[in-house]
Antibody, heavy 120, light 107 residues
Framework: QVQLQQWGAGLVTPSETLSLTCAVH????????WTWVRQPPGKGLEWIGE???????SYNPSLKSRVTISVDTSKNQFSLKLTSVTAADTAVYYC??????????????WGQGTLVTVSS | DVQMTQSPSTLSASVGDSVTITCRAS??????LAWFQQKPGKAPKLLIY???ILESGVPSRFSGNGSGTEFTLTISSLQPDDFATYYC?????????FGQGTKVEIK
């Protein structure tokens, strides 16, 4: 059973950098792709980006200039950084894993979610 | 970027009803589409992938269909546990866009 445990600052000041980390338990980073998704309060889901164990990442074009996703294979963790945040970045942020084989790129499992509020 | 459009935004139905949600892609995504169910305060749950393959453990009253640009999710006999919000997501290209969601509520 693959479990994802995420954490990070719940309150970020406008123009600063949002940082979240997701620890993977029960699987190696090399087995799947690892993803971040966000959901503003009362709104829909937005895919932020994904990464594999080699550090090869892809991002949502709408966020690409501000997003960095990275992996730390020694700790079996991956992280999200979003720079120059505004109130529009207030959301619940989820880490997630994709599947393998026929389920490649399918979001199979999710972290518990972290509400990040951007406010001064 | 591929855009995903779901309809309707809200659907009112009764227990036992059969309901269908439609998801349209702005360009062909072949069958690279997944459906998720989300309840308030919870992470989404995978129901269907590759347009029509039921995820393990998901009740057979859920079914998916379609290819190219038009897809449907059908719940054949609504159960109390099915009242939730449903999202489609394409994974054919980057943006990996989600639809805006369909809330299935009790009539």
């Amino acid at each position: 059973q693959v479990q994802l445990q995420q954490w990070g600052a719940g309150l970020v000041t406008p123009s600063e950098t949002l940082s979240l980390t997701c620890a993977v338990h029960g699987a190696s980073l090399s087995e799947y792709y690892w993803t971040w998704v966000r959901q503003p309060p009362g709104k829909g889901l937005e895919w932020i980006g994904e990464i594999n164990h080699t550090g090869s990442a892809s991002y949502n074009p709408s966020l690409k200039s501000r997003v960095t996703i990275s992996v730390d294979t020694s700790k079996n963790q991956f992280s999200l950084k979003l720079t120059s945040v505004t109130a529009a970045d207030t959301a619940v942020y989820y880490c997630a894993r994709t599947g393998a084989g026929a389920q490649w790129l399918v979001l199979m499992g999710w972290g518990q979610g972290t509400l990040v509020t951007v406010s001064s | 970027d591929v855009q995903m459009t779901q309809s309707p935004s809200t659907l009112s139905a009764s227990v036992g009803d059969s309901v269908t949600i439609t998801c349209r892609a702005s360009q062909s995504i072949s069958y690279w589409l997944a459906w998720f169910q989300q309840k308030p305060g919870k992470a989404p749950k995978l129901l269907i992938y590759k347009a029509s393959i039921l995820e393990s453990g998901v009740p057979s009253r859920f079914s998916g269909n379609g290819s190219g640009t038009e897809f449907t999710l059908t719940i054949s006999s609504l159960q109390p546990d099915d009242f939730a919000t449903y999202y489609c997501q394409q994974y054919n290209s980057y943006s990996r866009a989600f639809g805006q969601g369909t809330k299935v509520e009790i009539k």
